[in-house]
């Protein structure tokens, strides 16, 4: 939390792009009038956050500040679910210790504190999913705790859809139990319910606002931004894109919804158009995915920001290398540890489809934080054990 609040007094800008969205969606959610981001969309940006923030404007007034403090609160509740989902996955304190102090300094985490971005959120849902389908493998109520994954899995996708594979590791938790098909079935209606539970009213609202049941409009939007002649698998601003110029009076004459409908008709003429460049391309953002996060011209213009860059990308290769080598020794990780790598392999896979950037792989990261801390401490205490044989 000390490292958190530092960030948020060095790191101070103003509110710009999504930031600024969705700061005026929790503004507007508390006004009178429908809630909105900066460009006059209703569900155009995911929901979750602005929820959360409005909540934290109705305590502490419709200010940054408010914001903030709500960004403090979730980074302290997802490291300590860091520690929990760690010790309940390798049942070893230590390793549990070492991963929540991992995640409690890792500066991309510590640095997007500072700002209102939506990763804020997703962070700790996913970590709370994962911690119940972990502890749906081996319940004594599987119905309660799938219901209860379910309903967080549900506020994930309103936080942000990149989780929406990661569903999927319920349905191996539910697998590796080996009960009764009829048991199974339940547990995972039950998990569907808690999921619509959560989902349900946001997509009625939707469907009332804008004439279809969608959970967001910028499906079809990233979708496009990632397969069109000038995509190459990282974000290009629409204005490069060959409906820049066009952009503008698409979305005034065809409205939210059908503008964005169009841009995904666009995307999926130029994927069946382009299989094997679609398939090249694909595969090129699954490597990006994992690309640290180099310092820019940018940042060179500070030699302490240029110095936190790179310990960003030390630390990322750490982390990497040593999840990667979880990874390599499947048989021996736990089933807890397995479905943790299932519910990364997930959230990984769906990022094939738009595009990526550095932060869009922050929700994950504690995750792949406690699968390199299974690996490095015992790596780190076999020569230790040998040292004190030796003395003894």
Not at 118 to 145: H, I, M, Q, W, Y
Not at 240 to 247: F, N, S, Y
């Amino acid at each position: 939390m000390a490292a958190r609040a530092s960030a948020m007094v060095v790191l101070e800008e103003p509110l710009l792009s999504d930031s600024a969205a969705y700061f005026e969606m929790a503004r507007t959610l508390l006004a009178p009038g429908p809630m909105r981001d900066t460009y006059g969309n209703a569900a155009f940006y995911s929901p979750g956050y602005p929820f959360a923030m409005a909540l934290a404007f109705a305590i502490g007034g419709v200010k940054l500040g408010a914001a903030l403090a709500l960004n403090l609160a979730l980074g302290a509740i997802s490291t300590l679910l860091v520690y929990l989902l760690a010790r309940r996955a390798t049942a070893d304190g230590l390793v549990a210790l070492i991963a929540a102090a991992s995640y409690a300094v890792l500066i991309p985490a510590v640095a997007g504190s500072a700002f209102l971005l939506r990763e804020n959120l997703s962070v700790p849902l996913l970590l709370g999913f994962t911690l119940a389908a972990v502890l749906l493998l081996d319940t004594r109520r599987p119905k309660l705790v799938s219901a209860v994954s379910g309903v967080l899995y549900g506020a994930g996708m309103l936080a942000g859809a990149s989780v929406i594979l990661t569903g999927a590791a319920v349905a191996v938790a539910l697998l590796w139990r080996r009960e009764s098909l009829l048991e199974t079935a339940v547990a995972a209606l039950a998990f569907a319910a808690g999921a619509a539970l959560i989902l349900g009213p946001w997509v009625v609202h939707v469907d009332r606002t804008l004439g279809r049941p969608v959970l967001t409009t910028n499906g079809p939007f990233n979708l496009y931004i990632g397969n069109n002649p000038a995509a190459d698998g990282r974000f290009v601003s629409m204005k490069d894109t060959p409906l820049g110029a066009r952009w503008r009076t698409i979305r005034a004459d065809y409205g939210e919804l059908r503008a964005t409908d169009f841009l995904g008709a666009q995307a999926m003429t130029h994927i069946q158009t382009h299989p094997v460049q679609t398939g090249a391309l694909a595969l090129r953002k699954l490597a990006l995915f994992w690309v640290p996060d180099f310092p820019d011209s940018e940042d060179r213009s500070s030699p302490v920001v240029t110095a936190l860059r790179w310990a960003d990308v030390l630390q990322f290769t750490l982390i990497l290398a040593f999840a990667v080598l979880a990874m390599a020794q499947w048989r021996r990780r736990t089933r807890a540890e397995r479905l943790i790598l299932v519910t990364i392999g997930c959230f990984w896979a769906i990022h094939a489809a738009a595009y990526v950037m550095p932060r869009y792989r922050l929700p994950v990261m504690p995750l792949l934080i406690i699968s390199a801390a299974s690996v490095a401490l015992p790596l780190i205490r076999r020569p230790l054990q040998r040292g004190d044989a030796v003395l003894a």
